[in-house]
C-alpha cells in the first residue's frame, strides 16, 4: 500500500510519528518546527506544514541562528529526548544556519536542519542566490553545514528521503553521535509527488541507551579509586544528558569524594550538598580548584575536559594525578591518557557506588573540604551584599538580587561576556536543570532564543534569559517572536555599555582594552570616550515587550519580583555600578591560555607576556 505526497509532505508526515523512548518513558522526538519561509521552502515544506497543521506544531522566527537556538534549548531542557526542527529557504536563509549548528553538535544537543536548496534538476544554472562553484557543479552553500553537522545528505530524489530519514532519526538519538543533523531539501524535490510505502509513516521508537561499563574496565576503576587518598569528582554535562544526579549524589554521599562540576555540569548536585564543591578550572571557585591542584585521582563524570576546565593543562598539578573517565563517548574517556569507563553515565556511577561499598575518603580530607566551602560561601555573602540600596548595583549585586527572589523552579540561561564567570563562582544552584550556561561554543546573541525553547519546554517555570549589553545587541530579534506568541520569558539586561569580559581580558594580555567599549572617540584613544547614547530598554520595548527600569538596587528587588509573577514577556534593564572593570566578583582562580605578542614596544604587552610565560611553563602533558 502507498501513499502519494510531495517529499515536503511525506517528511513533515514521517517527523509527526518518531518517538524516543527511555527508562520506559516515550515522548515525541520532534516537538515542533521553525521556519522562516523564502525560496526554496515556502512551496514544499511551508505547504506541508500548512496541509498538516495537527501533525506538526509550528513556530515563525525572525533570525535563522536564532531558531537553530530555540530549539537547542528545547533540546536541552528535554534532556535530549525530543528536540525541534527548523526549515530555511536556499542561500542566506541556509547559511545563517551555521553558528547555531556549530553550538548544537559542539555541546552535543539534538536539532534537525531543513536548509532549502538549489534545484537538482538545474532548470535555470545559476537560480537566485545560488553560489557558483566552477569546479564542481554539485556544491551549494548547504555544504557550510557538513562539519558542523554530526550528519548530512542532500536528497537529489524523493526515494533517497527514507534511507535518509532513517539515519537522521538514528543519530539525533544517539547519545555518544547526536548534534546537528542536516537534511538538504533541493526546491523542486521538495514539491515532487512520490508513491510512498505505509510502512514510512508508521510510528516508530527510538530506545536511548544506557550501556553499563565493561567488567574489567569496572574493576580497574574500583581499584584506582580506592587507591587514591584526595580523588575529586568533575561533574560534566553528561551527569544531566544522563539525569544522573541522583546517582552521583549516592556515589558522592557513600564515598566521601568531593565533586566540582563544570560550566555544563554545574547543578548535578544542589549547592548545599555536603560534597558540592562548586565550579572548577578558570572561571571556578577557589576551593574546587584548590583541590583540583593537590587531587592524586581526578574521577571526570561526562566532562570533556575543555581548557576552561583543566586551566589550559595547568590545574591538575599533583606529580601522580590520574585520570578515571565515565564517559558513553569512547572519544572522551581517554582523554588526558585516563582510564576509560565507557558507559552512560548513571549506569556507571551506580556500577560505581555498588562495587566500592564501604570505602570512604579520610575524615580529613572531608573535613578540609567542607571548612574551605564555607570560607567561600563566605566570599559569596560578602558580593551578595547591599550596604546601601538606594545605589546602582555591581554585578554580583545583580546576581545575589535575583538569588534571593528564585526557588528551585526558576531557570537561568546564558552563554557569554563576563557573566559566565560571575555565576559559575557564585550562583547557588537549587534543582538540576536551574543552571543552563552554553559554554560549549560560548555564542553571544544564544539567550534569549534558548530561553523561549527552555520555555516551550518547561511553560510552568520561570525563565530567565541573563544577557550583557554586548550579547542583547547580537540577537534581540526573538522578543518579538516570545510576544507573538505569548511566550513569557523573563529578559535581564545588564548594561556595562561595552565587551567587559572581553575588555578585561584584553586588558590582561596588553590590550589595553582597545576595540571593546561602546563609546565615542576621544582624544585618548579609540571609543574611549563618553558612552553612546543607546537605549536597549526601548529597544526592547519597541520590539512589543514589557520593560521595567532599575536604577538602584532597591529598585532592581522590585522588577524582578514584578518580572517573574508576569504572564507575559517581560524585561528588566539594570545599568551597573561599575563600566571599566569586568564585575567586582573574586578574580579568576586558575589560568586561562590566551597568546600574548612575543614581540611588542608598548609596556603593558611587554609585561603581559613575561607573565604569560611564567603561567606557560606550568603547563602539563598528562600521559
Not at 543533523?181 to 508513491?195: I, S
Not at 560571575?422 to 534543582?431: A, E, G, P
Not at 541573563?466 to 535581564?492: C, F, N, R, S, W
Not at 509573577?565 to 569586568?582: K, L, M, R
Request: hydrophobic share 40%; with cysteine.
Amino acid at each position: 500500500m502507498t501513499t502519494r505526497l510531495t517529499v515536503a509532505q511525506a517528511l513533515v508526515r514521517f517527523l509527526s510519528a518518531q518517538y524516543t523512548e527511555r527508562d520506559g518513558v516515550r515522548q515525541r522526538l520532534i516537538g515542533a518546527t521553525w521556519g522562516i519561509f523564502g525560496h526554496g521552502n515556502v512551496a514544499g515544506i511551508g505547504q506541508a506544514l500548512l496541509e498538516y497543521p495537527d501533525a506538526m506544531p509550528y513556530h515563525q522566527g525572525r533570525n535563522e541562528q536564532a531558531m537553530v537556538h530555540a530549539a537547542v534549548g528545547y533540546a536541552r531542557q528535554s534532556n535530549r529526548l525530543s528536540t525541534h526542527a527548523v526549515t530555511t529557504s536556499i542561500g542566506p536563509g541556509a547559511t545563517n544556519l551555521v553558528t547555531g549548528a556549530a553550538l548544537a553538535t559542539i555541546n552535543h544537543l539534538p536539532v534537525l536542519l531543513l536548509p532549502g536548496d538549489v534545484f537538482a534538476t538545474r532548470p535555470a544554472d545559476p537560480v537566485l542566490q545560488q553560489l557558483e562553484v566552477p569546479y564542481a557543479g554539485d556544491v551549494s552553500v548547504n555544504d557550510c553545514l557538513r562539519p558542523v553537522s554530526r550528519y548530512f545528505d542532500r536528497i537529489t530524489r524523493p526515494e533517497a528521503l527514507i534511507p535518509s530519514a532513517l539515519n537522521a532519526m538514528r543519530v539525533l538519538t544517539d547519545p555518544v553521535e547526536t548534534g546537528a543533523v542536516t537534511l538538504a531539501l533541493p526546491q523542486d524535490v521538495q514539491a515532487e509527488a512520490y508513491d510512498w510505502p505505509a510502512e514510512f509513516f508508521a510510528e516508530r521508537v527510538w530506545t536511548v541507551r544506557r550501556p553499563g561499563a565493561d567488567p574489567t574496565e569496572l574493576a580497574e576503576a574500583v581499584r584506582i579509586i580506592r587507591a587514591a587518598a584526595r580523588p575529586l569528582v568533575v561533574a560534566g554535562g553528561g551527569v544531566h544528558h544522563s539525569r544522573a544526579e541522583a546517582a552521583l549524589a549516592e556515589f558522592a554521599e557513600a564515598t566521601g569524594i568531593p565533586v566540582a562540576s563544570t560550566q555544563a555540569g554545574k547543578g548535578s548536585l544542589r549547592h548545599d550538598h555536603p560534597q558540592d564543591v562548586g565550579g572548577i578550572g578558570h572561571t571556578g571557585t577557589a576551593t574546587a580548584d584548590e583541590l583540583a591542584r593537590t587531587a592524586d585521582l581526578v574521577i571526570g563524570v561526562g566532562t570533556r575536559y575543555t581548557d576552561f576546565t583543566t586551566a589550559s593543562g595547568t590545574l591538575f598539578s599533583n606529580p601522580d594525578v590520574r585520570f578515571l573517565n565515565l564517559n558513553i563517548a569512547p572519544y572522551d574517556g581517554h582523554k588526558l591518557a585516563g582510564h576509560p569507563l565507557v558507559a552512560d553515565a548513571r549506569s556507571g556511577l551506580t556500577e560505581l557506588t555498588d562495587a566500592l561499598r564501604p570505602h570512604r575518603v579520610a575524615d580529613s580530607y572531608a573535613t578540609e573540604y567542607t571548612e574551605d566551602k564555607e570560607r567561600w560561601e563566605q566570599r559569596v555573602d560578602a558580593c551578595y551584599e547591599v550596604d546601601e540600596p538606594d545605589t546602582r548595583p555591581t554585578q554580583p549585586q545583580v546576581l545575589g538580587a535575583l538569588d534571593e527572589l528564585a526557588d528551585e523552579s526558576d531557570i537561568l540561561i546564558n552563554a557569554a561576556g563576563s557573566l559566565p564567570g560571575d555565576l559559575h563562582k557564585l550562583w547557588r544552584t537549587r534543582s538540576h536543570d536551574q543552571y543552563h550556561l552554553e559554554y560549549g561554543y560560548s555564542c553571544m546573541g544564544y539567550e534569549i532564543p534558548a530561553a523561549i525553547g527552555v520555555k516551550l519546554a518547561a511553560p510552568d517555570r520561570p525563565v530567565w534569559a541573563l544577557v550583557g549589553d554586548g550579547t542583547y545587541l547580537m540577537m534581540p530579534t526573538e522578543i518579538v517572536t516570545a510576544v507573538q506568541e505569548g511566550i513569557a520569558i523573563k529578559v535581564l539586561i545588564i548594561q556595562n555599555h561595552g565587551y567587559a569580559s572581553i575588555g578585561g581580558l584584553s586588558e590582561s594580555v596588553g590590550g589595553e582594552r582597545f576595540g571593546t567599549a561602546y563609546r565615542y572617540p576621544s582624544e585618548e584613544g579609540a571609543y574611549t570616550g563618553s558612552p553612546l547614547p543607546v537605549d536597549l530598554a526601548a529597544n526592547a520595548a519597541s520590539l512589543g515587550m514589557r520593560v521595567l527600569r532599575a536604577k538602584t538596587v532597591r529598585d532592581l528587588r522590585e522588577a524582578l519580583a514584578q518580572a517573574r509573577a508576569a504572564d507575559t514577556p517581560t524585561c528588566v534593564y539594570v545599568e551597573t555600578q561599575t563600566a571599566d572593570t569586568v564585575s567586582g566578583a573574586p578574580p579568576a582562580q586558575a589560568w586561562w591560555d590566551v597568546p600574548v605578542a612575543e614581540t611588542a614596544t608598548r609596556p603593558s604587552a611587554v609585561k603581559a607576556r613575561e607573565l604569560y610565560e611564567r603561567h606557560v611553563s606550568t603547563r602539563r602533558r598528562h600521559l
